[in-house]
């Protein structure tokens, strides 16, 4: 496999996971992510801030890694709450991924497991019985199959385009740095798997992803992710998505 090939396979993993609550959706954005050192920033940001960001997206483009993942989505539909949490992470280890993101209340049992592996890509379907989840046998997918369905699922520190897309680079404190995006250019290959998951005819649309990144002062510790969208589905369902994800490095 030429180093071109492998640059490109290596870079996947799942951009957004979505389940299902009874008839209506609530998606779930899993954090996997742009794997491309270096953001293109609009003027004005801090320069600090823009620092911490490019070190950790290079850092993780050069280590392996381990995330814990956590989140909450909240959604209404005809005027009903919904709220579900979620949990899973992703194991990153010399250019090989596996991600899951599951979850389990008294509304939705639902897990989805994404791996890539010796240049292939496959995506799982989890089914919960007995209190734990089995998984589907895989469904391979060549690389433009998997992004025109999932969306470029690139690894690294976040799933967004950065380069050029980032409106405001805050730092709150030594360590911990906060990023507004512009939500239609940086969500433009997530919008993808909502289309795709949610059988729907339009992309969703983005009106806010705020990325909260917390470093030891090189590395990453720790990403929060703050996501609204709409998504064309029973009148318009309105999505509000905060999911943490941990790493952890293994040198």
């Not at 389990?104 to 989890?126: E, H, P």
């Amino acid at each position: 496999m030429t180093t071109e090939a492998k640059a490109r396979l290596s870079a996947v993993i799942p951009s957004l996971l979505l389940l299902s609550v009874l008839a209506i959706f609530i998606a779930i954005a899993f954090a996997p992510p742009a794997r491309t050192a270096g953001a293109a920033t609009t003027s004005g940001t801090d320069p600090d801030a823009v620092r911490a960001l490019n070190n950790c997206t290079a850092y993780t483009a050069s280590h392996d890694f381990e995330t814990q993942l956590s989140g909450t989505i909240k959604a209404k539909v005809f005027g009903i709450p919904y709220k579900i949490s979620v949990s899973g992470g992703r194991v990153i280890s010399d250019g090989d991924a596996v991600s899951t993101a599951e979850s389990v209340s008294a509304f939705v049992k639902a897990g989805i497991k994404r791996k890539v592996s010796d240049g292939k890509l496959y995506s799982y379907d989890g089914t919960y019985k007995r209190k734990n989840f089995s998984y589907s046998n895989p469904k391979e997918y060549s690389y433009n199959e998997y992004v025109a369905k999932f969306g470029k699922p690139e690894l690294g520190l976040v799933k967004y385009e950065l380069n050029g897309n980032i409106l405001s680079a805050v730092k709150l404190s030594d360590n911990s740095f906060r990023y507004t995006l512009e939500p239609k250019r940086a969500a433009k290959y997530c919008s993808n798997e909502v289309k795709t998951t949610l059988d729907v005819n339009k992309s969703p649309v983005y009106d806010l992803i705020e990325v909260t990144l917390d470093t030891d002062g090189k590395r990453p510790s720790r990403v929060t992710i703050h996501e609204i969208f709409t998504v064309d589905k029973f009148g318009g369902t309105r999505c509000d998505a905060v999911y943490t994800e941990t790493f952890s490095f293994k040198n």
